[in-house]
């Protein structure tokens, strides 16, 4: 590329000079042909467009082949040597004042071949030159318009001279030329490899930043955007070219907490509401960049959406306690029933016998009807503690909340409360059909609990596509239970699937601790939104295969 480079500027050099003595002839024809015949000047002037033709052909050459040719090369070489040559002998031999051309030529050998050539240019140039003073002194070119008188008023000394003097300016001129040349080359050669391996590592580095698997940035010290990656593209729905130059606090919010030393933030995090409506937990470091005068040029940020890790984290340690609790509850309930069973059998049998008065029946019937409440409440403990293995099953959702629906309507809580139904009408899971009816009737009891005054609770599932951490994707079961009631508070929403935590009267708090574990026993997952005064949302996320 550099060598064909080279070439045209040469060949562009050389019209220039042709230019140069083309004006030159026109002044002389036009004041008078001087110590040039009018035949030397039409010959130069034919020499000169026939140089113009042969520059513009082979312009077009390379325009064409579009590739270099040293060929091509040693051809523009003969042609700037035949050239001068016959400059040469146009204008009075060894008078002519044009000798120093086959300089150029030897020149411009060096630079577009390498010294070697070079010398075989100054050695052809000799030859050549040597050949024409011969033979002028000789008389063998008088029949060109070199005449011998012109060669032999000089004197032998001075022709001698004159040789000597242009051969050793023809190899001196090879030498230096082709040494500077081939150093230039040289440089020039590492240059371009340098530029390759610059190009190289720029690609690279824009693969590795494009495809990291976290959002990364640059930005100014005035927190201008310089980089922004394919991760960060995704995560905000700008792109690169929209974010440039845009301030990184301004695009997004969470990072202004840290303006003042956002330089060197080994762990921090915020919150950020995607496009799409979610809330993303994203955490990030940062990291100086400096100018090769170690200032501060700008800011790196490397950050990530940590919503699935930290939902992970709060549902292992949610697993913990409820891990730890189920084993108390169990141990306590095995304590509680043996001695409660004793005791209600000993009221029965005092309640049987004769003599016993109303009254003490009265009481007698208290302590039976709350040691079958306690009894309840441990074989829930139990339940909960030793969850039944889901015995999976194809089930058609729409169908399963329209039987819950009827069983419920004979439940007093229900009387001014309305189920709507807006599952789809195809959607079939595969589940445990006895502990999924028991996820959703717990539900919408619970529902039902929290809208005394009466409202709706709507039932909605489909299959969809989910979004999760960088980017990936799968398809979920989503089944919402939604309703209109009083709702709860954030701290509230925390507590919902503890065992034992409820704000009912009477509540045994492990209604929705069982929906939890049922689901997590189906490779789920359960979540709860909500706000007082506005309602209570609870999602179920199921794996799928969708048709």
Known sequence: MIASRRLLWFIFARVVVITLFLASTIVLKVKGSGTLGEEALDGITKLIIAT???????????????????????????????????????????GSPFSFLYLLAITNASILI???????????????????????????????????????????????????????AFYLTALLTGYLAERARRSESELEQKVIDFEELERLNSAIVSNLNSGLTTITSEGRIRVFNRYAEAMTGVTQQDAYDRSLFDLIPGFRHYASHITDVKRGEFEYKASDGRTLVIGFSSAPLLSPSSEGAGVLINFQDLTSIKRMEESLKRADRLVAIGELAARIAHEIRNPLASISGSVQLIAAGKGVQNKDQRLFGIVLRETDRLNHL?????????????????????????????????????????????????????????????????????????????????????????????????????????????????????????????TKPGGTGLGLATVYRIVEAHGGRIAVKSREGEGTEFTIYLPARCQ
Not at 60 to 74: D, G
Not at 387 to 397: E, F
């Open 52 to 94: 113009y033709g042969f520059s513009i052909l082979s312009l077009l050459f390379i325009r064409i082949v579009k590739r270099y040719s040293q060929t091509l090369t040693y051809i523009q070489i003969a042609w700037d040597i035949l050239f001068v040559t016959v400059l040469i002998i146009f204008t009075g031999g060894i």
């Open 114 to 168: 390498a010294r070697r050539e070079a010398l075989y240019t100054a050695s052809l140039c000799a030859i050549l030159y040597g050949a024409i003073i011969d033979l002028q002194y000789y008389g063998r070119l008088a029949a060109i318009g070199l005449s011998p008188v012109a060669a032999l008023q000089y004197g032998t000394t001075y022709i001698f001279y004159t040789l000597f003097i242009n051969f050793l």
């Open 378 to 502: 441990i074989e829930d403990f139990l339940a909960y503690a030793r969850p039944t293995q889901p015995a999976p099953a194809a089930v058609n959702l729409h169908s399963m909340v329209d039987e819950i629906r009827s069983l419920l309507n004979a439940d007093q809580r229900f009387s001014r409360i309305e189920v709507d139904n807006r599952v789809d009408s195809l959607l079939e899971l595969t589940v445990d059909p006895h502990l999924f009816r028991q996820v959703l009737w717990n539900l919408l009891v619970n529902a039902a609990d929290a809208m005394p005054e009466g409202g709706t609770v709507s039932v909605y599932g489909r299959c969809e596509d989910e979004l999760r951490a960088g980017g990936e994707r799968r398809q979920t079961y989503r089944i919402t239970v939604a309703d209109t009631g009083c709702g709860m508070s954030a701290d509230l929403a925390s507590h919902a699937f503890e065992p034992f935590y409820t």
